[in-house]
């Protein structure tokens, strides 16, 4: 079955950084789709990065454009999150998902992928 696992997350000081890495197993990573979104207590989920199956064109929500990038290794079956300068406004679980996708993935909500990973907390201190 697909199953994806979520890896890196951690305490780290404003102004710090970490990778986030997203194992997937059960099924063939390409033509998949892959988004990260993050939830903090009390909002909702929202988007941070993609990465779409059929070009590898990436997209960044603008609250961390320039400071996340997401990538894709289809061999090793991983989706990595490399994010700097972080800020406490960045806190929250990470979440990656993955779906095929008729169009770039920027233009689809959390809602329509159809498979979640658990989730893992990142906590910036100020």
């Known amino acids: 079955q697909v199953q994806l696992v979520e890896s890196g997350g951690g305490l780290v000081q404003a102004g710090g950084s970490l990778r986030l890495s997203c194992a997937a197993s059960?099924?063939?990573?390409?033509?998949?789709?892959i988004g990260w979104f993050r939830q903090a207590p009390g909002k909702e989920r929202e988007g941070v990065s993609c990465i779409s199956s059929h070009d590898g064109s990436t997209y960044d929500a603008d609250a961390v454009k320039g400071r996340f990038a997401i990538s894709r290794d289809n061999a090793k079956k991983m989706v990595y999150l490399k994010m700097n300068s972080l800020n406490p406004g960045d806190t929250a679980v990470y979440y990656c998902?993955?779906?095929?996708?008729?169009?770039?993935?920027?233009?689809?909500?959390?809602?329509?992928?159809?498979?979640w990973g658990q989730g893992t907390q990142v906590t910036v201190s100020s």
């Open positions: 998902a993955a779906e095929r996708l008729a169009f770039s993935c920027r233009y689809y909500q959390p809602s329509e992928y159809g498979n």
């Open positions: 059960g099924f063939t990573l390409d033509g998949y789709a």
